[in-house]
Every structure is written in structure tokens, then in C-alpha cells.
């Protein structure tokens, strides 16, 4: 059914105000992205000195063996989004969170969830996560989220050592050229790698401490869990923002299309209407002219001049 002019007016005014939103969503999307960005870079080089710390202890302290105790519960941290419009973002990670939990076959699953879209999707999956925690709403909530799930985790373990349980940490991550891809990732129990005595030190200014062994250890893997937890929370908000920005760079890119066809519809039916108005005046014109002629009478005719002899 063809469209009327003013109906195709409405519609071009609709498509260039959802364009304008779309825009604004994009733009918001690559602002948020770079605080988030830069504190997980920050983070990055503070765990990087943690690490350099479990290098120092362990080669001070020779001969370290923790006990690997089979988990009797397994806690699994999913982190997602807390808004829509990101695509599949909590699905994708949902689905490999869900294979992840059938492949585990010894202790109970327990899982916290870190947005309410996140949340949705694990429960699409079969899974329903014990506590849902608000994502931080800005890179100075990272910090914030951060310490509250590491007590979480130190209430979980019921007075156990930290380096008994049993948690893991899944969130997107990004990948080479600009990719996303879904990661799990084992916090506890802590890897052997940590606790490996290097053969040799790269400095000639051994590596010492004065506290207590135990506590030294038990602040190490605090700070561990801390900084482990710090960044997965700060990928997955830079992560989400970029899946947004893609999503409104490809809706931004469909509605200039539905635009560009809009306009060329509505330049086509203007013209038709103006051709339409040209044609009823000429037909005017015509109809008045045959008119005024029927109605001249014949007296009035001229007379046919004679021709000169």
C-alpha cells in the first residue's frame, strides 16, 4: 500500500530522532570504555608486584607444599552485565559457564552473579545463582566490588584456609583484534606455579622478610584474590561496553540505510504529488479555455478580410 507524503514525513522524523539516541549510546559506549580500560592496565602491573612477591617468598621460604584437599563446595563468579543492548554478551558467557559446571562432578556449585541481564541468562541455562551483586558503576566502584567479594569468599571458606577452596572466575575477556571471548578462570586453589622456588635470582639483593611466614603468605594470597577479582570485574565492564559499541555502530549503520530508502521514497512520492498538481492545472487550464470558447457567439466572429485587387 503506498504511503502518503505526511506519513513518510513522520517516519523519516522518527528514524533521524532513533539515530540521534543510537549515536548517543555509541559515544557513551567508547567514553566509558577507557576508565574501565585504564584500571585494568593499573591493575595488571600491581599484580604483577604480587606475583614478584609469591617469587621472593617462595625462594626464601625453600620447600613449600601446600596441602591440595578435594573442595567440598566450588564457588564460581560470573561476571555480566547489569543493562541490555550489549547482544549475546551474558548469553555467550552463560552457555560456557553451564559446560563448565557439568564438567565439574566433585563438590557443590555454588555460583555469585554480577549483574541482573547476567542473571537472566544463567537462569535461561538451569543456573541459579545464590547472591546477585550490583556491577560498579564506575571504575572507582571496581575497588568497592572488589573487597566485597573477597570477604564473600572469606565467609565462604568457613574459617578454612584461603588456599583450601575451591573459585573460579568467569568473565569476557578481550582477544586478539578486537575480539571477546569468554574465560574461565581458576583463582582457587592456588596454582603450584606460584609457589615454585626459582633455581636462581635475578638480583645479587636476595630476597628477605621479617613478619611471620603464615601471615605473609595468607596477605600474598589475599592480595591475589583481590587484584585476580580487581581485573576480571574491569575486563568484563570494558568488554561490555565495547559489545554495546559494536551493537550501535551496526544499528547506527541500519537505520542511516532505512533512512537513505525513507527519503528516496519521500522524494518520490513529493515529486509525484507536484507532477499531480502541475497535470490538474493544466487540465484547469484546458477545461476553461474550450469553456470560454464554446460560450463566444457567432456574432461576435470577425469577419474574413478581402483580398486587395
Known sequence: MPQTLETLTRHSDTLTSIRGIVHTMKTLSAINATPYDHAARSIEAYHQTI????????????????????AWEHLVIVFGSDHGLCGNYNEALAEVVQHHCQSQTI?????????AQMNDALDDQDLLPEAVLLPPASAEGIGRLAGDIV??????????????????????????????????QSLLPLAPSLLQREKQWDS???????????????????????????RASAE???TENSARLALMQQAEQSVDERI????????????????NELMD?????????????????AGDQKPCPKPVS
Do not use: W
Not at 573459585?167 to 582477544?175: E, I
Not at 613478619?211 to 577479582?229: D, P, T
Open 51 to 70: 606475583l614478584e612477591g609469591f617469587a621472593a617468598f617462595a625462594y626464601r621460604t625453600s620447600g613449600i607444599n601446600l596441602q591440595q584437599e578435594e
Open 107 to 115: 563438590g557443590k556449585q555454588r555460583l555469585f552473579c554480577i549483574g
Open 151 to 184: 570477604t564473600r569468599i572469606d565467609r565462604f571458606s568457613r574459617g578454612q584456609p584461603l588456599h583450601h577452596l575451591a573459585v573460579t572466575l568467569a568473565f569476557t575477556q578481550r582477544g586478539e583484534h578486537g575480539t571477546r571471548e569468554p574465560t574461565i
Open 236 to 238: 568484563a565492564m570494558v
Open 281 to 297: 492545472v493544466i487540465i484547469g487550464f484546458e477545461a476553461l479555455k474550450k469553456r470560454g470558447s464554446r460560450a463566444r457567439p
Open 204 to 230: 645479587r639483593s636476595l630476597p628477605d622478610y621479617t613478619m611471620e611466614a603464615g601471615a605473609l603468605l595468607s596477605s600474598l594470597i589475599r592480595s591475589h584474590i583481590f587484584a585476580s577479582v580487581f
Open 260 to 275: 537513505e530508502v525513507v527519503e528516496g521514497e519521500l522524494r518520490s512520492v513529493r515529486q509525484t504529488e507536484i507532477t
